[in-house]
């Protein structure tokens, strides 16, 4: 009997050819291919075009000196000498390290606490409000925030000093001193943004199995050793991840400041993307604009490589 034929019925073979069986699977594959690729394009084509070609039209420009009027000029490694000789611009740098340590690691204990705290027995309806209710400032416009959140620390006429008038204290200048106008972004930056970053640790808290905690209680745990123990080793890798998101994201704080203070008093609460957004537009620098943004860029880079590679000390998968 032939190796290409079989019989499905009594005196009627069919013959079956396996090269054209073969053809009918690369068909397939090819159309399957061809219609990833047609659902693959629109976001293909989107990363390119605002995406790609943005980025390296910035890390060519970055060596220019273009003011949008006339054609851009070769500098080569002028406009990072400027970022290293420039006062303004190494405060705003400062001043952004600054923020991001204190509003990052405020906004992961407050967002952890709060997770921890929902996590205890409560009525099921609360704990959904509460949810809905420390996540929903997060949708909101951060420029429209801040615009309220002005009046709130106005030293005048104010809602935060009426209140503190309240109890005996006097008024506090929130937004004309250095270190009111820092605090006062702090807060309102934290407190827009923790319900992300408290989304994250309920799904990580969630993760982590009644059993271990049933078994610690048994042994005679008690709540902060479980929480020491038990709770912070098994949510690092919930840890890990928003501290990245946390920090590539307060590296870019613009808003706020801008709205809140333009920056002020003097220099105090300038960072570094509104000395971008002061050289390109302002200034039509945009060729140190683009350089600023560049070195952002690779600090953003070079700190979140830090974070994984430090998170194999710190990090526990189970």
């Given amino acids: 009997m032939s190796a290409t034929a079989s019989t499905l019925t009594p005196g009627r073979p069919v013959t079956v050819h396996p090269e054209r069986a073969t053809t009918f699977k690369d068909q397939n594959r090819r159309a399957q291919g061809r219609m990833a690729a047609w659902f693959l394009a629109p976001t293909v084509i989107g ?27 070769f500098v080569g490694l002028r406009n990072f000498q400027t970022i290293a000789t420039n006062p303004t611009i190494r405060v705003s740098f400062l001043n952004t390290f600054g923020f991001v340590v204190v509003a990052v690691i405020l906004q992961l204990v407050v967002a952890l606490g709060l997770a921890v705290l929902l996590q205890t027995k409560m009525p099921g309806w609360l704990r959904g409000f509460l949810r809905s209710a420390f996540f929903f400032p997060l949708i909101l416009s951060a420029a429209s925030v801040s615009l309220i959140m002005s009046y709130l620390f106005n030293e005048d006429f104010g809602t ?13 200048k929130w937004l004309t001193t250095a270190a009111g106008a820092m605090v006062v972004i702090v807060l309102v930056y934290v407190w827009q943004n923790f319900g992300f970053t408290f989304l994250l640790f309920i799904g990580g808290l969630s993760s982590i199995p009644t059993d271990v905690y049933e078994a610690s209680s048994i042994d005679g745990a008690s709540g902060w050793s479980q929480f020491v123990r038990i709770t912070l080793p098994l949510v690092s890798p919930t840890m890990l991840v928003a501290s990245v998101m946390a920090i590539i994201s307060a590296l870019q704080i613009f808003d706020q400041p801008y709205v809140l203070t333009r920056g002020g008093p003097g220099d105090a609460t300038r960072t570094a993307v509104m000395v971008i957004y002061q050289s ?10 683009a350089a600023i943004g560049l070195v952002l860029m690779v600090i953003i880079m070079l700190a979140t490589w830090a974070q994984f590679k430090l998170s194999r000390k710190f990090v526990f998968y189970m």
């Fill in 160 to 172: 935060v000093n009426k209140m503190l008038a309240l109890v005996g204290l006097g008024p506090v």
């Fill in 47 to 73: 990363i390119t075009l605002f995406t790609l070609i943005p980025m390296a039209a910035s890390i060519v420009l970055a060596f220019f000196s273009w003011d949008i009027i006339s054609a851009p000029r």
């Fill in 280 to 289: 390109a537009f302002t200034e039509l620098h945009f060729g140190l604009a």
